[in-house]
Every structure is written in structure tokens, then in C-alpha cells.
């Protein structure tokens, strides 16, 4: 036995452990997000960072909280610090879903809401239950980094649908639609940020909402709807999600408290036919249990006192300068040629250099100068465009965004002359 | 178009969505756990349910928690409300390396921690991480129930280790990993819950946990130990964590609050080596970005500040009447050829009947006859034992156990007239 010991102990020695070894197929393709990576840069020094998509702390209303969080611990603490049920909490449940009723035009009796720890776990469960390898799945191009990440571990084949002004071109979706019948392929799944969309801020049409709608139930297909950035209007008429446009059930609504309370709790919801959340929820029981207690007791008393319809506005009082401020900068301070959108809310602006500048390779510039955004190839599913990038509004206040845009605007100029040079 | 629509809504009249056209291949599989259908059964009427695996409410240190979260939200609300990283809040990460250190003599210089949804988020991260499909991965037989969910969607080859009082016998594992060498397969992960274990309330002994790690270094696999339970310990001396005896960085360390503060905060942690860790943080970047950070902050002021330290006992001296309770009601009521453990410490005990009772199908006698247990067969992968039951003694009052235990021996009589008549 110890002369074996002793073996070991020198066989080890010579041969550390092989962790590789261990890991699986799919893990071993995982890379960590490359814009994580970029940002890591931005943190030393006196760069203004336009590349976050962090909430302003200054929205988050810690008052509240604070009066709430004590209630709940005096009050309902037996079931804030007890396991709860897969599905969530039922007092918040029902009061998100007479909320999304009255603001939504969203019947209650048509939607059943699962909690869920965040709407990131929400797009990793629709992963789980919607996608075998190899099912086509489209998303808005550019679209929301992180869910590409999350669908992408289900091996699925996108198709990435181009966006203008008014969101999502449907008519392109209607044309790919009928190129995959074609081939004999079906389109399982649909996913859209469809108001203020990251990375483009830009909202789709009412018309469009409606023709998707249309399309997906001729061509049998799931709409997954994000809606995140859905309350932070600075202008414009409100608009009905897609979700008020579907009456045969095909639309998967997700929520999310991280912009309209504090993205510290981790609570999102999703809100669809309960025969597709029957089966999200058997995937959450092995997945985590249950959401949080103590986020979705505070969550539940935010929205049934009604604070949260009081606290949206100001919200939205607190971003609006800083969006003007944003589009003034680019106004003022970029040279011809570069375009970005208008959006009447959210967080991001999105905006196109001329062809030919690369975004990913100026950043180290950018950082140079100070100032730090997000590529925009990152946020397509085939790194196809290289010359756009994605401004965040919501993080830095107005003279840093001024300040953050006259420096990115200089960098921009000196890309321009060295490629007419 | 008109025209069309009517069309179409006369089509979706005719066949409604097909739902389960939908669904991968693998939500078809995924089954909601028969044990929560049973226990939904429980909630009506007068029975005395030692079905679940609740810890008692009246020990979660409340009064504690208050003072926390008002000083939390005070002075730490910019970080307890914002996104975190997803390898978790670092004073945490930082208290419970030295409190593992402290206590279970884990050096700090050998581990890395990441805070995760509970260690049940865990358990899926491992299977995403590790597991490809037909991998041998080895559990306890039995084992706990929701880390054969979780493991199971990753679709291994289980195998199960039989246990006896002293834990899982290694001896078994011995002979079953040269089994698997002849047949040219690799025992990729092995799981344990090592100390208290659920279902059966044993624990390995110091011997074997060592002879496991020999073992692992000579098979060259990973050991996943579970210890949720490892600070409930109501007599004899406490054991140090098969991570302890390990130097070559195999052992996978799963802690949780779930047991020591209270589940609903959904805080859990992995302590492992760093490879493993980084590998874990990138997978669990598209799961959910982040651990929720207001139980993070409270869990890092609970152990930073000694609460920890103290409350144990408290919850100590609660539970172990109640162990008390039971093993003496067993002991009273129990008729003859019935076993059971005697648990130095955890949640549970398990009873084993003469063989020939099935204890799934005497369930609805018991409900019947106002009490509730969990059937043993789901503890197994295989479904191999039919003659045993999980009983837990935490959430139910001493009076209740014992009325509880009393009702169930009634019941088990009568099943044992019924086979010999």
C-alpha cells in the first residue's frame, strides 16, 4: 500500500493533472465573451466607457427598497427565506400578470408567468426546450449579444434578419421564410428585442408587429419576445408589445425587473401559453429549484403597491438628458459619413462608420484617446458587419457622454484620413 | 390579404398550435419529478408529512438577516443592487475561502470559489461542463434525487455505489473501476454527499474518503462532493471534507447557505481548483450573467461579521430533539425487521422494510393514514430498491414526528400481515 502511495505521489509529480481531459465537448468549444475581455482594458485610467449596459445606481429607488425589504422581513419572512415553487412566487405572478394586462393589453387568462433569475436564464431555458442541434433559429441582425451566446451552446443553425429604423425587416424574414420552405427547412423560433432594441435602440413598427405575427402563424413558428428596455420611453407614442398581436399563443413574452427596479435581484418573468411554461418550469427544477424568494417577495410588493408605475417616470426623467446629450455629441462632433439611430428610448445608440474602418481593430485607439464602445460585430451571429459599434447613454453622466463622443469622434477622423491617405 | 387572414384564422380554428411540435428532443424526455406530484397529494387534510427536505423555518436567524439587509442597503446598496460578475462578489468569494480554510483546513492557496444559484446551479453547471453523452459518471446508490435530474439531461452511463453505514463502500467503487478499465471506459466524475448524506443521514468515514482520493489518482477521475448538510452535526466528532485530503486538485467542493442562513437567498459556492472554476464561469455567463448580489452581500456580511460561526449552534440544538424524536420512535413503534440509520448529523434518516414491500405503492395507504414519506426508488438511478423510504425530522415538531412515526408503523403492519397472510 505505501509503496503504491509513493507511485502515485511520483507518477503525479511528473505528470500534473490533465484538467482538459475532463472537460466536455461543448465546453470545450465555450470561450469567454471577447467584449468581457475588451472591457477589462477600459477599467484602468481616465476612459470614458460608452461600451456597458449597466443601469444608472442613481435609478434604482434604494428608499423603497428599503421600506419594502423591511416589511417583508417582518411580515413575510417564513416564505422570503424558504425554498419556493419552481414557477415563482404567486402573489408576484398574478400581479405581474393584471399588470402586463392593464399596460400590455395582454388578457390574463391568455398567459401564465414563470419567474425566472433574470431573463438571461429565461433565453437559456428556451435553448433547452426549443432547440435540438441543428434547428433554425433567427435573430434580428445585429441583436442582443448575450442570447446568441446562450442559444448557441443548443447548436443551432441562425439566420440573421436585418434591421432598419423600424426594426426588423419583415419582408426580408417573409422572404427567407419561403427560401427555407423551399429547402424543406422549418423556422422553430423567432427571438426579437422589439422596443429600443440592443444594440440599435431602433423599435419595430406596429405594422410589423402585426405581419410577424401573421407570418409566424402561416409558417408555424415561436416568437420570443425581449422586452428589457420596453418602459424606458424619452419620446414618442407608447406601443403594444408583439406579444397583444398573437392569438394563437405563439408569442413567448420575457420580462425583466433589472431596468425598472435593479438588476441586483435577478428577477425576470416570462409570460406564455401555460403549455410551454408546464415544460420551462420542469426544466428550471433541475436547472436551480426555484428564483430567488427574497427578490421575488420584494418584487411582488414593488408592483402590487403600485411603486413601480410611480417610479417609471422617473426613470425615464433621469435617461432622457442623457440620450438628448448623446445625439447632440454625435451631431455636433462626427465628421461626414457616419450615421447612427434615433431611438426614442432604452440604452444604446447604435452607429455606422463608413465601410472600411474596422471597429474591433480601432478600439485600442479609442482606449488611447480615452473612450471605450462596443464593436458591433460582436452583437451579429456571423461577425458579418465591421463597421458599426453600440454607445451606451444610461451609465455616464451628460458632460462625460459630451466629453466621451468628441474623443471618439476625433479617433474616427483620423481612421477616416488614413484611409483616404 | 384580407382574405388571406381569414384563411388563416380559419385554419388555426380547425387545428389549433401543435405545442409539442415544438419541443427538443430532450424537453419531450424531461419528466416533472414524481416525488412533487406525490407531495402535492400531502398538502390536503391532516397529514403529518416527513416527506420533504424543508429546513425549519424557526431557524433562520431572522432578527439577524433584518439587521444585515438594513446595513446592506444602507452602505452597500450600489453593489447589492447592481450586476455582479458572474464568478460572484469577491468579499464573499474571499470570507468563505478563509472560513473553509478555517474549518475544514481547505488552504485558501488551492481553491478558487464561485458563487452560484444555490449548489443546485451547480450541479447543472458540472453536467454542462463535464458530461458528454455516454461519459460514466458514478453516483451513491442511493443518491439525491435532483443531482440525477440534473446530471440525467446530459445523458451519462450512471453507475451506483452502494452504500452502508459508513458511506459509500469504496471497496465497490474498487472493483467497479477496474470493471470499467477491462471494458476500456473511463470513470469520468464520481458523486458524493459525503457527510449526513440525503437520503440515507450517513457519512463516509475518514477512512474511505481517503482511500477515494487514493483511488481518484489512480483512476483518473473527478470527485464532485456535496456538503450541504455538513454543519448539522447533533453528536459525535466532526470529519474534514474529502477536499481536505486532496492535493492534486480533483475534488469539486459544493457548499450552500440553503442549510446555514436559509434557502431562499439562493446562494450556493463551488470550491475547486481554478482550471475547473474558469471553465464553470464561462458556462454560467450565458445561464445568467450573475449570482443575484443582494443575498450576496447579506451572505458576506453573515460570515465576515461571525454570525455564521455563532448561529450553527443555534440550529444545531434545534434540529437535534427532533433527530432524537425520531430514532426513538422508531425504536417504540417500528415492528421487527425493520432498519433504519442512526444520522450523527443532517436531515434525514432512511428506513429500510423487509423485503416484498414496495413503498411507492403503500404511499396512498399512509396519506390514508395521515402520514408521508419519500418512496426510496427515486434515489436510485436505476429504480433497484423498492423496500425503503426517506424520512425527514427537521420541519416537523417532535410531537408530530413521533404521532408521524407511529402512524407509518401502523401502516408497515399491516402491510407485513397482508405478505404473510
Known sequence: MEEKAKKLEKKLAAEPLNFESFFSKKAMAMKASEVRELLKLVEAGDVISLAGGLPAPET??????????????????????????????????LALARWMEKRYEIPMSKVEIMTVAGSQQALDLIGRVFINPGDVIAVEGPTYLAAIQAFKYYDPEFVSIPMDDNGMIVDVLEEKLAELKREGKRLKVLYTVSTFQNPMGVTMSVDRRKRLVELADEYDFLIVEDGPYSELRYSGEPILPIKHFDDSGRVIYLGTFSKILAPGFRIGWV???????????????????????????????????????????????????????????????????????????????????????????????????????????????????????RLNFTYVPEEKIREGVKRLAEVVEEELKRLKG
Open 271 to 389: 409570460a406564455a401559453h401555460p403549455h410551454l411554461i408546464r415544460k420551462m418550469e420542469i426544466a428550471k427544477q433541475s436547472i436551480d429549484l426555484c428564483t430567488n424568494m427574497l427578490g421575488q417577495v420584494i418584487a411582488w410588493k414593488y408592483v402590487e403597491d403600485g411603486h413601480l408605475d410611480r417610479h417609471i417616470p422617473e426613470i425615464v426623467e433621469f435617461y432622457k438628458p442623457r440620450r438628448d446629450a448623446m445625439l447632440e455629441a454625435l451631431e455636433e462632433y462626427m465628421p461626414e459619413g457616419v450615421r447612427w439611430t434615433k431611438p426614442d428610448g432604452g440604452m444604446f445608440i447604435w452607429v455606422t462608420l463608413p465601410e472600411g474602418i474596422d471597429t474591433k481593430l480601432m478600439m485600442e485607439k479609442a482606449v488611447a484617446k480615452g473612450v471605450a464602445y462596443v464593436p458591433g460585430e460582436a452583437f451579429f451571429t456571423h461577425r458579418e458587419v465591421k463597421n458599426a459599434m
Open 60 to 93: 434604482f429607488p434604494v428608499d423603497i427598497i428599503k421600506d419594502i425589504t423591511a416589511e417583508v422581513l417582518e411580515k413575510h419572512a417564513d416564505k422570503a427565506l424558504q425554498y419556493g415553487t419552481t414557477k415563482g412566487f404567486t402573489p408576484l405572478r
